[in-house]
């Protein structure tokens, strides 16, 4: 019997036979650079995938994901990725994508112990506690879990405006910083209308002077 994994490299083929069909050109350009307009900040979720949910192509999205799309300042994988695709790619624009129904916001509202992922959910149960009074005010669970992603989406966004390399890149230039969040159950992107382009939409504590 064939191995699960196998149908991944099947369909590796197909990929490239479908790809040349179109472009022959394709993998002979992407190989010599890529010049993505975008970062994208999503969740690990198998089913928010970056490119096939916006309908783009390889090359044209730089792409960083983690459990419940979080920024923390800490993480040395995220803000390197952020660097490089600021001041080396000068991507313009930042997306910030959440996803309703997100397992780690679930686990976030939950009191479950799940070990070292506890660590990480900490970040969204922080975000809870931010907003605890207008969560707290949802008497729906679902509805009140929906919101703590979008509250979460919009946290996010702000952490990205918190960083002296936005902040830097500001001086030089527009970069603009998004909020969405994905509906898995109808495959739509919702733009929560969060965009930060420039210091004076930062909380002054964070403003960084060069
Ligand atoms: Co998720």
């Known amino acids: 019997m064939e191995a699960s994994y196998q149908r991944l490299l099947k369909g590796n083929e197909t990929?490239?036979?479908?790809?040349?069909?179109?472009?022959?050109?394709?993998?002979?350009?992407?190989?010599k650079?890529?010049?993505?307009?975008?970062?994208?900040?999503g969740c690990s979720?198998?089913?928010?995938?970056?490119?096939?949910?916006t309908n783009t192509d390889p090359g044209e999205i730089f792409v960083h994901r983690n459990i419940a799309n979080v920024v923390v300042h800490t993480d040395l994988n995220f803000m390197s990725v952020l660097q490089y695709s600021?001041?080396?790619?000068?991507?313009?624009?930042?997306?910030?994508?959440?996803?309703?129904?997100?397992?780690?916001?679930?686990?976030?509202?939950?009191?479950?112990?799940?070990?070292?992922?506890?660590?990480?959910v900490r970040n969204i149960k922080e975000v809870y506690q931010k907003y605890v009074d207008e969560l707290e005010a949802i008497a729906?669970?679902?509805?009140?879990?929906?919101?703590?992603?979008?509250?979460?989406?919009?946290?996010?966004?702000?952490?990205?405006?918190k960083t002296s390399i936005v902040q830097k890149a500001w001086q030089e230039r527009p970069l603009q910083?998004?909020?969405w969040v994905y509906g898995l159950d109808s495959g739509r992107i919702k733009d929560l209308?969060?965009?930060?382009?420039?210091l004076e939409d930062l909380e002054p504590i964070f403003r960084y002077e060069f």
């Open 15 to 31: 990929f490239i036979a479908e790809r040349l069909a179109l472009d022959p050109d394709f993998f002979t350009r992407l190989s």
């Open 33 to 41: 650079q890529q010049k993505p307009e975008f970062l994208w900040v």
């Open 45 to 53: 979720d198998s089913r928010v995938p970056a490119n096939e949910i």
């Open 86 to 120: 600021v001041e080396v790619l000068k991507v313009k624009h930042i997306i910030v994508c959440g996803h309703y129904g997100c397992g780690g916001v679930l686990a976030a509202m939950s009191h479950s112990h799940l070990g070292l992922v506890n660590k990480w």
């Open 140 to 161: 729906d669970s679902d509805a009140r879990a929906k919101r703590l992603v979008e509250l979460n989406v919009i946290e996010q966004v702000h952490n990205l405006a």
């Open 177 to 179: 910083i998004h909020g």
């Open 193 to 198: 209308e969060c965009k930060i382009r420039r």
